[in-house]
Nanobody, 126 residues
Framework: QVQLVESGGGLVQAGGSLTLSCAAS????????IGWFRQAPGKQRELVAA???????GYADSVKGRFTISRDNAKDTAYLRMNSLKPEDSAVYYC????????????????????WGQGTQVTVSS
């Protein structure tokens, strides 16, 4: 069992930055891939970024060049640095751990597991 707790969300103006954190506890030694997802009202949950245990990454096209995913395995924590935020980035952001992952042509592709955090709200004002 893995427990995940997200933090770092908030209200920011367009063009601003936020860093989200995802702290894992429980059976953390078994964690391989980690993904950040987001869900806006009325929309499906979508993958934003993912990272393998070894540091390989993948990003949604909508956030490439603006968001950076990272992890500190010693601290069992993953991060999502979000720069140049846009109003359309507003959503509840969720962390997911230990899903399936594959690395193809320089990109890490991630499918979620059943381990989700409670989410953290990000609101970007125009």
């Amino acid at each position: 069992q893995v427990q995940l707790v997200e933090s770092g969300g908030g209200l920011v103006q367009a063009g601003g930055s936020l860093t989200l954190s995802c702290a894992a506890s429980g059976s953390t030694l078994s964690i391989n891939g980690i993904g950040w997802f987001r869900q806006a009202p009325g929309k499906q949950r979508e993958l934003v970024a993912a990272i393998s245990r070894g540091g390989r990454t993948g990003y949604a096209d909508s956030v490439k060049g603006r968001f950076t995913i990272s992890r500190d395995n010693a601290k069992d924590t993953a991060y999502l640095r979000m720069n140049s935020l846009k109003p359309e980035d507003s959503a509840v952001y969720y962390c997911n751990a230990n899903g399936g992952g594959t690395y193809v042509s320089g990109t890490y592709y991630y499918t979620p597991s059943d381990y989700w955090g409670q989410g953290t709200q990000v609101t970007v004002s125009s």
